[in-house]
């Protein structure tokens, strides 16, 4: 009535096997709990690792082609955004930082005037033209202001007698 005692070999078998039960549960629990964390069983243990997915060893090198590929990709798609930006946002307007850029509004002004205005404005100018020639200043009126100006401003900015616009 005795309980049958195992072999030396049934036992080591055995404690093995618990063992490897042991070890499959730790590591099950450690696998389904990653919150736990890990912890170090000795407090003056000199167990370091290093995350290989946190830092890299060493920053990537590029090589000279790469960054000014890089670079050119970045100004394209830089200018790509503005470009954009200037479609979708019609209201914020132009920047001018080049005090010597003009240009004439075609909207504000005709280019052309109007029939009646053309005649009222030669009679006008031929009466100035006759007044001035009494007086024997060399003048040239202009058609929208009454202010003459002189031949040689008009011949400092290329703005003669031939002059297809008719506002000079």
Sequence with gaps: SAPQQQ??????????????????????????????????????????GRCYFKRPSAPKQKSAEEAEYHHLVLTDADALKRLAVDYLHPEIGVDNTDPTATARCYFDRPSELIQGKIASSATRAVAKMAAATQTGVKTLPTVDSGIPVSLSSVQLFGLDKNSSDPTF
């Design 7 to 48: 072999s030396a070999d049934e036992a080591d078998y055995q404690n093995m096997a618990l063992e490897d039960s042991s070890t499959l549960k730790k590591l099950a629990i450690d696998f389904f709990h990653p919150e736990i964390g890990v912890a170090i069983s000795s407090p003056k243990s000199t167990a370091t």
